[in-house]
Antibody, heavy 129, light 113 residues
Framework: DVQVVESGGGLAQPGGSLRLSCAASGFNLSRYSMNWVRQAPGKGLEWLSYINNSTTTIYYARSVKGRFTVSRDDARNSLTLHLSSLRDDDTAVYYC??????????????????????WGQGTTVTVSS | EIVMTQSPLSLPVTPGESASISCRSSQSLLHGNGYNYLDWYVQKPGQSPQLLIYLASNRASGVPDRFSGSGSATDFTLKISRVEAEDVGIYYCMQALQTPPLTFGGGTKVEIK
């Protein structure tokens, strides 16, 4: 079964840090780009970060840039999101999601697609004093 | 940043009838390759989001053919034919053309009347 499983969530104090992990199984993580997406209580989905399969391209949402750091360990088939300088509004369920990757058009040309085809069950981060 | 706007916010549906959700983007999602870079996801109660439709009109693996996506450029529609009780959830569109950031619509809650 192709799946990703997040862990590492919990309670953190404002200004504190937390490290989230995402373990991939059923597929070779080294071939895929990955994302982190979060959902605050009762709210919609917010994309946070993207890392390509070679770690040469990393993107962050403005809301977390400079505070969150994404990394990957393909040997362990895992992804990490390090959260620092946490704020109350970082309270959310954090999802790890795989990017679809390359698709081919009718002429055989390939294009990269950022859409997310595999999602984990999420890990909950609560920031509170 | 591309802004995604969904309507309606809430959609009560009678089982067996059809339902349509609209998604509009602030910029065209039509790539130079002719494909529209838009996804639809559903988040069923207590679950994580799952991919329904990619590239505007392609059903993801295992998605029933009751679900169909259409539209181009800035206007897109998700249609659910013959709604079933298991289709209850929040439906999100997302633009996959421009990053950072990838952006989602605010969501449409589908519920059974």
């Amino acid at each position: 079964d192709v799946q990703v499983v997040e862990s590492g969530g919990g309670l953190a104090q404002p200004g504190g840090s937390l490290r989230l992990s995402c373990a991939a199984s059923g597929f070779n993580l080294s071939r895929y780009s990955m994302n982190w997406v979060r959902q605050a209580p009762g709210k919609g989905l917010e994309w946070l970060s993207y890392i390509n399969n070679s770690t040469t391209t990393i993107y962050y949402a403005r809301s977390v840039k400079g505070r969150f750091t994404v990394s990957r360990d393909d040997a362990r088939n895992s992804l990490t999101l390090h959260l620092s300088s946490l704020r109350d509004d970082d309270t959310a369920v954090y999802y790890c999601a795989r990017s679809y990757g390359y698709f081919y058009d009718r002429s055989g040309y390939s294009y990269f697609y950022y859409g997310m085809d595999v999602w984990g069950q999420g890990t909950t981060v609560t920031v509170s004093s | 940043e591309i802004v995604m706007t969904q309507s309606p916010l809430s959609l009560p549906v009678t089982p067996g009838e059809s339902a349509s959700i609209s998604c509009r983007s602030s910029q065209s999602l039509l790539h130079g390759n002719g494909y529209n870079y838009l996804d639809w996801y559903v988040q069923k109660p207590g679950q994580s989001p799952q991919l329904l439709i990619y590239l505007a009109s392609n059903r993801a693996s295992g998605v029933p053919d009751r679900f169909s996506g259409s539209g181009s450029a800035t206007d897109f529609t998700l249609k659910i034919s013959r709604v079933e009780a298991e289709d209850v959830g929040i439906y999100y569109c997302m633009q996959a053309l421009q990053t950072p950031p990838l952006t989602f619509g605010g969501g449409t809650k589908v519920e059974i009347k």
